[in-house]
């Protein structure tokens, strides 16, 4: 490893320029999508633009009965990791989703498209009941043994799962954000998709948040590699706050509501966002939420806990500008330091939360709120514009950290596919530990360029060395890419003039002549016998292939002046999927997480289906 003394470091600080020609942020995006179709695994589509590529993984879940060929290559190694890749996918949905105009204006909306859906396509597969996902194909211990090609491994596929029995809530949480935020992508252009995906983030979120658990403790095998260090509170209020936007269902409002305090989301001052810990983001997009309400006068019940996701939301973006009261880690040159082990996951998913509070507090015309002053919206894009540029070349090394971007990238990357000559010019096996000693072990260049790929990054003194056994800083993973897709198309397109609180997904939409809607008749409050009071309302209407569908709400009240244990609910005339109950049989109950319904409190529980509400009453209950 390349040490350089601090005085070094201080020269070539000062030797920095000080102003720099602009980069080509559009040719930056492009190079940046190229890279996920280096990580595919699974049949390559036709339409690969990433030719030294080929079928990988194709037996994968063919041991464990179910079909999960797919997905991706989380960095360097041939194994899937459903965490990371999860992160992954919310993260290109979110950059989509607030840039979809910029994206399309770039020519990469269809790229984006096509990035999410090769793994939420994955991750249908992936989650074949409601309770039952599969988190990791391959093992790492073993994959990291071997240095080979992913279309010749012969490591362990071996295929691993979480279920009620085994439970993972952190990763059953991510994916059902990923499946949510998915959904609001394909909502104009695959409706019928879009369902499906929302279907599923529905079922995984029940499931997350009923079998509660850490993911690691499953699926041990993921520990070294993706221990989930936060537990799952975040996750599982990621998830809410993801289905709150994709489904307008009241029900995840209020669970952000009466969760952010007791599962840390309005407590944790953050300086970090990534992976594995999800805080900084929901506190960005609660205050997404938490704008648009007090812009259109909806601000409820849960104003003052949106207020405290808010101000963790700035206390996030403040430690980032150095205006706050704890900052995260600077180098000489600019760039935020968490870790030496790929720094730059934190750096693209920081920049990605700034950019769109920039244009949150811009839309809402609002300023940050600093320990040091307020801050006007406008500094938080400068910032990632400075954490991007660097990134691209602006930087004490003159390096860039994206593979094929500029003059001078890494050349030695820890990755197996780009160091190993392609499958398609020389088929000649690559076994297990010949692999290290052939290609591994080489000093040359790669003989595949990974373009687009960012890498780990220098150190804390703005130190890199190029060696592919440098792991730490020069390897490249899908999490360092997805968050760059919004921030280089803001920073390409610039703003396109329409509220940042209120964005559209482009997309070629057919137009029908629209076909009316009669509302049904909502029952009026049912009092049960005894202390149980029961009020439904329609809550939303849609029409799909000539049937129209109807979401009901429906609230339980205690109006006992005891608490109300072991309620049971008999349900008739229920023809579609219900939440915020659980059920045994014919018989609905208290949710897992409600151990009781205090005196005065209520309870509310969805559904959705084609008729007239369904018959609700009560069958029996304990007072307390």
Not at 237 to 260: I, K
Not at 553 to 566: E, H, M, Q
Not at 584 to 613: A, C, D, R
């Amino acid at each position: 490893m390349e040490k350089f003394a601090s005085v070094a470091a201080l020269l070539l600080l000062l030797s920095f320029p000080v102003a720099f020609s602009g980069h080509d942020y559009g040719q930056a995006l492009s190079k940046s999508l190229l890279f996920f179709e280096a990580q595919r695994s699974g049949v390559l589509p036709r339409n690969q633009r990433v030719t030294w590529r080929s079928h990988s993984g194709l037996t994968d879940g063919k041991s464990s009965g179910v079909n999960l060929v797919g997905g991706y290559y989380d960095a360097g190694d041939n194994v899937k990791f459903g965490l990371p890749m999860a992160f992954t996918v919310t993260m290109m949905a979110w950059s989509v989703i607030e840039y979809g105009n910029q994206l399309a204006a770039n020519g990469e909306l269809g790229h984006s498209i096509d990035a999410i859906k090769w793994g939420t396509d994955y991750f249908i597969k992936a989650h074949p009941e409601p309770n039952v996902l599969y988190g990791e194909v391959g093992d790492g211990n073993t994959d990291h043994y071997c240095w080979q090609r992913p279309e010749e491994m012969t490591t362990d596929r071996k295929a691993y799962r979480i279920d009620p029995s085994n439970p993972g809530s952190d990763l059953a949480g991510e994916t059902a954000a990923a499946m949510a935020a998915a959904s609001i992508v394909f909502r104009r252009s695959n409706p019928a998709y879009s369902r499906l995906l929302l279907t599923h983030a529905y079922q995984l979120f029940d499931f997350a948040d009923k079998y509660r658990g850490k993911y690691d403790s499953s699926i041990t095998v993921a520990r070294k590699y993706y221990g989930s260090v936060s537990g799952y509170n975040d996750e599982l209020l990621w998830a809410a706050a993801w289905l709150y936007q994709a489904s307008n269902n009241q029900f995840y409002l209020d669970y952000l509501g009466r969760n952010g305090d007791s599962m840390g989301g309005t407590g944790w001052s953050m300086t970090e966002f990534g992976w594995d810990v999800k805080y900084a983001g929901v506190q960005t997009l609660v205050a997404k939420v938490n704008n648009l309400f007090l812009m259109q006068g909806k601000a409820g019940r849960h104003t003052a806990v949106f207020q405290k996701f808010q101000q963790k939301a700035d206390f996030f973006m403040c430690s980032l500008l150095g205006k706050g009261s704890r900052n995260i880690q600077k180098t000489p040159g600019g760039l935020i330091f968490r870790q030496r082990w790929n720094n730059m996951q934190f750096v693209t998913s920081a920049s990605f939360l700034t950019t769109v509070y920039s244009d949150y507090l811009t839309s809402s015309r609002s300023n940050l709120r600093c320990s040091a002053g307020n801050v006007a919206p406008s500094q938080l894009l400068s910032f990632a514009k400075s954490q991007v540029d660097y990134i691209l070349g602006d930087n004490p090394r003159a390096t860039s950290y994206m593979v094929g971007y500029g003059n001078n990238f890494p050349q030695r990357v820890h990755h197996r596919g780009s160091s190993i000559v392609s499958y398609k010019v020389d088929r000649s096996f690559v076994t297990c530990r010949g692999g290290y000693a052939t290609w591994f072990s080489r000093k040359g260049s790669d003989p595949n360029l990974l373009t687009g790929a960012i890498v780990g990054g220098p150190d804390a003194y703005d130190n890199f060395a190029d060696r592919r056994d440098n792991y730490e800083q020069t390897e490249p993973a899908t999490y360092n890419n997805a968050p760059l897709l919004g921030v280089l198309a803001r920073l390409s397109s610039g703003h396109s003039g329409y509220s940042q609180l209120l964005p559209a997904v482009p997309a070629p939409v057919v137009v029908r002549r629209p076909m009316p809607i009669r509302k049904p008749r909502v029952t009026s409050p049912v009092r049960a016998s005894g202390p149980v009071a029961i009020v439904q309302k329609m809550t939303g209407s849609w029409v799909s292939k000539g049937r129209t569908y109807y979401r009901y709400s429906t609230t339980v009240i205690n109006k006992s002046p005891r608490a109300l244990k072991s309620l049971n609910l008999s349900i008739k005339n229920l023809y579609g999927p219900i939440w915020g109950l659980s059920r045994s049989g014919n018989s609905f109950g208290l949710p897992s997480w409600m151990h009781s319904l205090q005196s005065g409190k209520s309870l509310e529980f969805v559904y959705i289906h084609s008729t007239t509400p369904a018959n609700v009453a009560v069958s029996s209950y304990t007072l307390a």
